[in-house]
């Protein structure tokens, strides 16, 4: 019980205090606890809600500054505050968030499976319309495609780095990285990578100010993806690379979207995919599949953890 709740009160009996939570261990663990990976989530998702509804509810800003000022509040939330909670517990940021150098194979499958899994996300969506499954009413997909207009009017550049590229990289940072480490001292590898997908597909649900039931599933499925990639290769690196690929891809089609539809490439919302494209698709993802697969860190300290109950 002490070695779970990371506290020796359970064995001597004495009274927690808040100071409990911001004192240096004596000896530094190599892994937060679970206790630690939930209490950081839970401080974390309010921390988001409450910056992003805020940035969106300045409407005398226009996406020029809001875009800017997004970026920096996303890597402060998912990479300032797992790397204070490593610096408290005095823990190494690169075993605790499991930044290990990938192998070439690895990012080599990560490419791939970040070029195709889109594909498959896509039909999802319209499944779930064609079954009714939508909450954002035409009010919300008005004011939506009001926004992907202003976007179209920056610079490709940095639409893809404050949406495709910082997300992407602190999402994993936190979710495979420290979230998944803390998870990995109490679960198997399989519950690990379910939890963190499940807790990764509840985030996107509430992480803006209109609460979308139909985008828990696809970023459920993506979550076990990732999970999938970080548990196999041991490191977040590889995920933020998938990460980033699936979502530079997504934003520069919708961004070009009216040069695509006039080269004749242009593809609605409800219509499901060419069942050649969804060929190549699975083609790619098998490859990134088996590339990740075979690419095993086996060198890496993570692979040790020690603090896991079951390998």
Same mark, same amino acid.
């Given at each position: ?57 300045? #409407?005398?800003?226009? +996406? ?6 997004? @970026?920096? %509040?996303? !890597?402060?939330?998912?990479?300032? &505050? $797992? ?60 004011? #939506?495609?009001?926004? +992907? ?6 610079? @490709?550049? %940095?639409? !893809?780095?404050?949406?495709?590229? &910082? $997300? ?82 997504? &934003? ?60």
């Amino acid at each position: 019980a002490a070695r779970i709740f990371g506290a020796e009160s359970v064995l001597y009996g004495r009274s927690p205090a808040w100071g409990d939570l911001f004192r240096q261990p004596t000896h530094a663990p190599s892994s937060p606890s679970l206790t630690q990976g939930l209490f950081t989530l839970a401080l974390l998702f309010p921390v988001f809600f409450l910056t992003n509804s805020g940035i969106a509810r300045m #409407a005398e800003w226009n +996406l020029q500054v809001k875009l800017p000022v997004a @970026a920096p %509040l996303t !890597v402060f939330v998912f990479a300032g &505050i $797992p790397m204070l909670a490593c610096w408290l517990r005095g823990m190494r940021v690169v075993q605790a968030c499991r930044l290990f150098r990938p192998r070439p194979l690895a990012i080599i499958g990560s490419v791939l499976l970040g070029g195709s899994l889109w594909a498959f996300a896509h039909e999802v969506v319209v499944l779930e319309e064609s079954w009714g499954f939508v909450t954002l009413d035409s009010r919300l997909w008005e004011r #939506a495609q009001q926004t +992907l207009d202003e976007l179209r009017r920056l610079p @490709a550049w %940095l639409v !893809v780095l404050c949406i495709g590229l &910082i $997300p992407a990289v602190c999402e994993e940072l936190f979710f495979r990285g420290y979230l998944f480490q803390a998870l990995r001292t109490q679960l198997s590898g399989t519950a690990s990578i379910w939890a963190s997908a499940i807790l990764f597909g509840l985030f996107h649900l509430v992480a803006t100010d209109a609460l979308s039931i139909e985008r828990l599933l696809p970023s459920t499925m993506m979550g076990l993806a990732l999970g999938w990639v970080a548990w196999k290769t041991r490191s977040t690196v590889p995920g933020m690379i998938l990460h980033t690929c699936h979502n530079s891809l997504l &934003i520069s089609v919708s961004y070009y979207q009216p040069q695509l539809t006039a080269q004749g490439w242009g593809l609605e919302q409800a219509q499901h995919l060419p069942a050649t494209w969804l060929a190549a698709a699975a083609a790619l993802s098998g490859a990134g599949a088996l590339c990740t697969a075979f690419a095993r860190n086996s060198s890496s300290p993570a692979d040790r953890e020690p603090n896991t109950v079951r390998p």
